[in-house]
């Protein structure tokens, strides 16, 4: 059965229902936004990385967002140690792998916390996604600084191929998003050019996930939900702005004043059998 509006509204109201905690161990460049759009999406954040407290801070949440944007190794093993005390309680894991490909920390920091850990949703660009994919991909990876750039590599390709890796649900953003968990594939169309205009705005997607995440267990309507409401967000955002300065101001009130209607009339989602 296809994923519906309806469905993606039921969860957004179940978000804002249930207010489940986020906690995020994320990178100081994007920490302010990633804990304002939680909170516009109806979540409540919680931004603690101390591995000393890290376990009893995760055994309060409903999801655990890992975020390698500005990447230490003691991050990593906070990271590591939170993970695995989610995995044991159930709760699940987003996971960012922001600049995988760029050096070598990051890709096996990445790595690392794929292998050892059990990883709800990864969510990239296609350039880090295709790094993690491996050359069964298909695609050649460039990036820049933790940029994805070139290529026009199908989403849905590169994701169905990481899914299938990884036993795991992965989502590649871009112009269009691709979700799939390996045997199912949702494209999602929402989102706007002036999105890849601002710092911060792939995390802030992948802490909508996680929000998502805390109150579906299907991984794969959890996640089209947040990058359709999200996307949707940036689109009704775009129409009021600027430029990139007030598109950050509009994008939180986008989202925060999201409506059931915007939803069912706005949100383009196609969902397919994965590529084979």
């Not at 959890?222 to 996307?231: E, I, K, M, N, V």
Request: with cysteine.
């Amino acid at each position: 059965m296809s994923i519906t509006q309806a469905q993606i509204a039921e969860i957004v109201a179940r978000v804002r229902a249930r207010r489940p905690l986020v906690h995020h161990i994320t990178n100081y460049v994007t920490v302010n936004g990633v804990a304002n759009i939680t909170l516009c999406m109806g979540a409540l954040p919680v931004m603690a990385q101390a591995k000393e407290e890290v376990e009893q801070m995760v055994e309060a949440a409903g999801a655990l967002v890992l975020n390698l944007g500005t990447l230490w190794p003691e991050q990593v093993e906070a990271m590591v140690i939170a993970g695995r005390r989610a995995n044991q309680l159930g709760i699940p894991i987003i996971l960012d792998p922001v600049g995988a490909g760029a050096t070598s920390l990051r890709t096996e920091s990445a790595l690392r916390l794929l292998n050892e850990l059990s990883i709800a949703v990864v969510r990239g660009n296609a350039a880090e996604m295709a790094v993690l994919a491996g050359p069964a991909a298909g695609v050649e990876a460039k990036i820049k600084g933790v940029e994805s750039i070139g290529g026009r590599a199908d989403p849905a390709g590169i994701a169905t191929e990481l899914a299938r890796r990884l036993h795991c649900v992965a989502a590649v953003t871009g112009p269009v998003d691709g979700v799939c968990d390996g045997t199912r594939c949702v494209r999602v169309a929402n989102g706007h050019a002036m999105m890849g205009k601002v710092t911060g705005t792939g995390c802030m997607a992948t802490a909508v996930i996680g929000a998502c995440a805390a109150v579906e267990a299907d991984f794969v309507l959890a996640t089209a939900t947040a990058l359709a409401a999200y996307g949707l967000s940036g689109e009704r955002a775009a129409a009021q702005s600027r430029g990139p300065g007030t598109f950050q101001v509009q994008l939180l009130d986008a989202l925060a004043e999201l409506s059931a209607q915007d939803l069912l009339s706005g949100v383009r989602v196609k969902e397919e059998r994965a590529p084979a």
